[in-house]
Nanobody, 124 residues
Framework: QVQLVESGGGLVQAGGSLRLSCVASGRTFSSYTMGWFRQAPGKEREFVATIGTTGTSKDYRDSVKGRFTISRDNAKNLMYLEMNSLKPEDTAVYYC?????????????????WGQGIQVTVSS
């Protein structure tokens, strides 16, 4: 089992940047495919980015490609989401998640552990 805690959210103006962090408990962090999801008020939770166990394989939703970068540091049990050129439509609660599946995953149903979420607000 793994516990996840996000940090780094907040309020930023459009065009600005934020870096989210997710720290995982346990000794098996490197065995999990990891992902970031987000949920805006009144909307479904949606996929943002995913990263494989070694950090080599990555995938993003189309609307964040070229603006967001996912990364991980297995030695520190940390995952990051670097968000640049933020837009008001990026406003949401962001969640980190861990999947026991080894391939990249974009469906929330395939993730087994979730953080509590952190608010990101982008003002226009």
């Amino acid at each position: 089992q793994v516990q996840l805690v996000e940090s780094g959210g907040g309020l930023v103006q459009a065009g600005g940047s934020l870096r989210l962090s997710c720290v995982a408990s346990g000794r098996t962090f490197s065995s999990y495919t990891m992902g970031w999801f987000r949920q805006a008020p009144g909307k479904e939770r949606e996929f943002v980015a995913t990263i494989g166990t070694t950090g080599t394989s990555k995938d993003y939703r189309d609307s964040v490609k070229g603006r967001f970068t996912i990364s991980r540091d297995n030695a520190k049990n940390l995952m990051y989401l670097e968000m640049n050129s933020l837009k008001p439509e990026d406003t949401a609660v962001y969640y980190c998640a861990a999947s026991s599946y080894l391939a990249l995953r974009s469906r929330k149903e395939e993730y087994h552990y979730w953080g509590q979420g952190i608010q990101v607000t982008v003002s226009s």
